[in-house]
């Protein structure tokens, strides 16, 4: 068989995947309390003005605003109180010159008035008159009709990942109900014949399979559902014919393990049986996950992970989410939690080659410290204490206790 394993930086490696995918986008209709994290299909147009009429943004008076003008504490303006405009009710009151109504924060005001003067700018004189000793200009501390949303606006864009606000901007506009991209199916395949069931107790040579579970939940989080195949072993025919279940139940598949350039390890022959075009890249410049696998069959897209649970999990984190988000047509960039921090330590690393470090921060004279766990990338627990980690660029050598970094949060 062809030679694989040639190493390419990682933003090249998926975009030799992106640049070829077609991703075919079935829509569903969704309750909108229950779209969190979906990806909408099409644009979300407003039918309403919003807010639908002028709201009080204080507690106070609505006013002809040129009653109020010139007015101060040394010469306050006096305004007969006419009446009130109570929450959730129609305005009964008209003003006139010289008048104010009671008016209250996101209420109506009275009609005839352009203005709020806040309840702290006045004084009561008594029960029917009130100084004001600050003018307002007209519109002050008032939310006019479509201040905020249009109708014939588009309030989301095709292709947005819908957020908490975004559920509660489209109920504000009485949108009951939203159109989304379909879920995509990610089939997970662990392979390898050490491999045992969680439910097991591992014998010699033994371990329980770590790595379904964790990127079932990682590829959940990416808003895809994971498909968990049986446990395989390391023999061709057994893998191909799980690998061609998982394509034919899903949208996606990944291995698990089976990556390395390795006589026992057959994943990418396995792909490349598969159909066309196979196997585009074996093999990052990064660490922990050197030699991951980029395939498309069909358009269906295809990733073997390296076995090892910390790498599996970073390069889930750094190749698949993207593509999971392209099977639902999201567009906009993934944009993860960061901050900085000092690093406590050196960290060494190879030029030519894009390394990350699992930390643990901590505050320390009120500066945010980050610590390297060191550790193998088989040791699952470097990465359960850690609390992000630091990408070491491809063209540095390292980087340097003390030094100021970018911290990418879990």
């Not at 079935?26 to 039918?47: D, F, H, K, Y």
């Not at 371990?207 to 446990?231: K, Q």
């Not at 990465?383 to 030094?403: F, Q, S």
């Amino acid at each position: 068989m062809p030679e694989f394993f040639n190493i390419l930086p990682p933003e090249a490696a998926i975009k030799s995947l992106l640049d070829i995918l077609e991703p075919q986008i079935e829509a569903e209709s969704v309750l909108t309390p229950e779209a969190l994290g979906r990806i909408t299909s099409s644009v979300i147009i407003s039918n309403e003005n919003l807010p639908a009429f002028p709201r009080s943004t204080m507690d106070g008076y609505s006013v002809r605003s040129t009653d109020t003008f010139g007015a101060s504490e040394g010469m306050p303006a006096y305004l007969d109180v006419v009446g009130e405009v109570p929450m959730g009710r129609v305005p009964k009151i008209t003003i006139s010159t010289g008048q104010a109504v009671t008016a209250y924060t996101g209420g109506m005001l009275a009609d005839g008035s352009d203005a709020v003067v806040m309840i702290e700018n006045t004084h009561t004189v008594n029960e029917t008159t009130i100084e004001v000793v600050r003018p307002v200009a007209p519109g002050e501390n008032v939310v006019q009709i479509g201040e905020d949303v249009q109708v014939g606006d588009v309030v989301l864009a095709s292709g947005h990942s819908i957020r908490p606000q975004d559920i509660g901007g489209l109920i504000a506009l009485g949108i009951e109900m939203i159109s989304v991209a379909q879920r995509p199916r990610v089939t997970i395949i662990s392979t390898g014949d050490e491999l045992v069931s969680p439910q097991s107790n591992p014998g010699q040579g033994q371990i329980r399979d770590i790595n379904s579970y964790t990127i079932s939940a990682l590829v959940e989080s990416a808003g895809g559902i994971p498909v968990r195949i049986d446990i395989v072993g390391d023999d061709f025919d057994q893998q191909r014919k799980a690998a061609l279940e998982g394509l034919n139940s899903g949208e996606m598949l990944i291995f698990s393990a089976g990556s390395s350039v390795s006589s026992r390890d057959m994943t990418a022959r396995v792909i490349e049986s598969l159909g066309k075009p196979g196997v585009l890249v074996h093999g990052i410049s990064f660490k922990p996950g050197k030699p991951t696998i980029m395939a498309l069959i069909d358009q269906k897209p295809v990733i073997g992970l390296p076995g090892n649970p910390v790498s599996a999990a970073v390069v889930f984190e750094m190749m698949a989410i993207p593509i999971i988000h392209a099977l639902q047509g999201h567009t906009r960039p993934r944009w993860k939690a960061t901050l900085q921090a000092l690093l406590t330590r050196d960290l060494p690393s190879q030029t030519g080659r894009q390394d990350t470090v699992q930390v643990k921060l901590d505050q320390q004279n009120n500066k945010i410290t980050a610590d390297p766990i060191f550790g193998n990338s088989n040791l699952i627990y470097t990465m359960v204490r850690a609390d992000g980690h630091v990408t070491i660029p491809i063209n540095r050598g390292g980087l340097y206790a003390n030094e100021e970094v970018m911290v990418t949060l879990y």
